[in-house]
């Protein structure tokens, strides 16, 4: 018997403001080259390569946010497009992708992820993915990637694992006790003490008919409307589509979540300050991204993003963001990273430009 | 009898990197809108406004800054404009113009300021010019103006006054006791605490006659060579002169020299440190000058520069500059200041770009 096809669903869809100035006018970090030299959403579909050709590659993302995916991926089909009206979070838009490739080959298996993460190496990353194919043969489980904790995270859920089930491709397939939202500090600090606890990475691997079933099981309204959906009216469909999440919605509810566990680099890159972790720091300890030039004196721990052609320079400061992109500069303590979303906030209530 | 004609002589010759990034390719401060709205040397010559007529203005330059001159002074006239071949300090600039006015006029009285320094308000400035040309009347006094003390500068000559000779249009002329070359700290601080010290501002007035014979008498080869240069010979002559400072010179050496005491705003802006004073903070205390749109969340005492059109945003910092111009950012923190001459230095050394 030949073995199943494999498609993949990346989810290009967010909005963000944490990554200002280099992301403007709603143009957010997956459509950036904020952590390498290429978009990150080019990067994810990079990382599967040789696994998953380009035919099967599916992008969900907005309509407004169109010209920015093709500029990322040039070879995307417009088939492979899924342009939403307007964002109702992560249930409707893996919802979606899931039944139309199910539509396209009931026996394919899927593989979701998130558009926006980085994850190194690549190969680490591969052989997780096979594992979880060979997981999802069985055509019931949900496997999710876990994350192995790194610190008492309070922007992410947490998976309580199981019992190892299985050793697939040499790697352990865990049960899933339960999925955690986003704890509190003291919560998030006792997981980590505990052990056995993961960060749910909101990537996963399953079979068209697995998640057929979890959708008509979980989501019963949802899963009808987009399938029935007409397509002359499928905007307004859309729309009406209750916004959730779809771990709420369905992975939680779920029974047969499986857990495969990362263990090399993985970063949602949720601020400026994740960016540290991504590019080697010099011997000072200052980190460059973005392809500028840098020139410190008595500077250390500083994270540096600015376009290839520029010039920073740093004097006598530590534990600094610095940021020229356009025509705006960001200066900030590392420290307030999550802030730039609160100045950006600000800018636009008082209606600037810059934005 | 007429009163005398007044000549100005502005000092704009000099060179520097501390206002690096804002100042490059060698063009200094003075040829800036540094600290203002206009170049440093057009606000130098708009200060004599009323006092001195276009025509009798004067700039010393290098030739090379020939084209930054005419930039900030559209209206100077060719004759006007002595172009020194190389730069040879002060005494040999200055020296030039005392000596070309005097050829024009010999009854002419003559001020002369550097181009790159902040005086506010204009009015009492132009007083103490008024003042300073009655003092020099007496065609034997040279007049300089000295500024009352508000800190134990290391980076100024200082002048220790004497007593009142007059009182001239409501103001203390003071005799000099002497000169004293940058002092270290601890002779600086003495001074403060000592009381009737005076920084020495490098601006001066004396009549034609005054300054002949001043030069005659302390640098008689400079004046002798000067005064009988061939025209198609000048730049060799010029280029051969001695280095030297004019108050090292002449007037450490002279004996009729008088002082006017500024008690308004003056700053010789020696580094980006500098301009916290020259632009009002905000209520955050901080500073911005060359205009840029700055927003700031919890940020203190910065001092921003960066050309209309930029925004420069802060995030929980504190005492910093932030300078951005062209294909170049500075961070720097505050009293650091003085350190842009060195990361210039280094840029240099490492034969980079940005210069």
């Known amino acids: 018997m030949a073995a199943p096809t494999l498609y993949a669903v990346l989810l290009a869809g967010g909005s963000g403001t944490r990554f200002w100035p280099a992301s403007r006018a709603g143009k957010p970090k997956q459509f950036l080259a904020i952590a390498g030299q290429q978009s990150m959403l080019a990067e994810t579909a990079a990382r599967l390569e040789a696994l998953v050709p380009r035919e099967r590659v599916l992008v969900v993302s907005t309509g407004d946010q169109a010209a920015w995916v093709r500029e990322c991926l040039p070879w ?45 190496p690549r190969e680490a990353f591969q052989r997780t993915l096979r594992a979880a194919t060979q997981a999802a043969l069985d055509r019931t489980s949900l496997v ?47 997981f980590l003490a505990d052990g056995g606890y993961y960060w749910n990475s909101g990537m996963f691997v399953w079979s068209s008919a697995a998640i057929r079933a979890a959708l008509a099981r979980h989501v019963p309204e949802l899963a009808a409307r987009l399938t029935r959906a007409p397509a002359r009216d499928f905007a307004s469909t859309y729309a009406a589509l209750e916004t959730v999440a779809f771990d709420v919605a369905v992975l939680e509810r779920a029974e047969n979540v499986r857990m495969l566990p990362i263990d090399y680099f993985w970063s949602d890159v949720g601020s400026w300050d994740a960016l540290q972790a991504l590019a080697p720091p010099d011997a000072q300890g ?36 610095v940021v020229q992109a356009g025509d705006a500069t960001l200066v900030c303590k590392r420290e307030r990273a999550q802030d730039v979303k609160t100045l950006v906030e600000r800018l636009r209530v008082e209606q600037r430009s810059f934005l």
């Open 286 to 321: 200052n980190s460059c991204v973005g392809g500028a030039s840098v020139v410190a004196l008595d500077s250390s721990r500083c994270i540096v993003h600015a376009p290839s052609g520029q010039l920073i320079a740093l004097i006598g400061v530590e534990d600094l963001i």
């Open 144 to 190: 999710v990637f876990g994350i192995r904790p790194s610190f008492p995270a309070t922007a992410f859920g947490w998976i309580r694992a199981g019992e190892v089930l299985a050793r697939v491709d040499g790697l352990d397939l865990f049960a899933v006790q339960r999925f955690v939202e986003k704890p509190e500090l003291a919560r998030a600090q006792q």
């Open 76 to 120: 995307i089909e417009r088939e492979n497009l899924l342009l939403e009206p307007l964002g109702r979070n992560t249930a409707p838009a893996i919802a979606w992708a899931a039944l139309e490739i199910e539509r396209r080959d009931p026996d394919a298996l899927q593989v979701v992820l998130p558009a926006d993460h980085v994850i190194r």
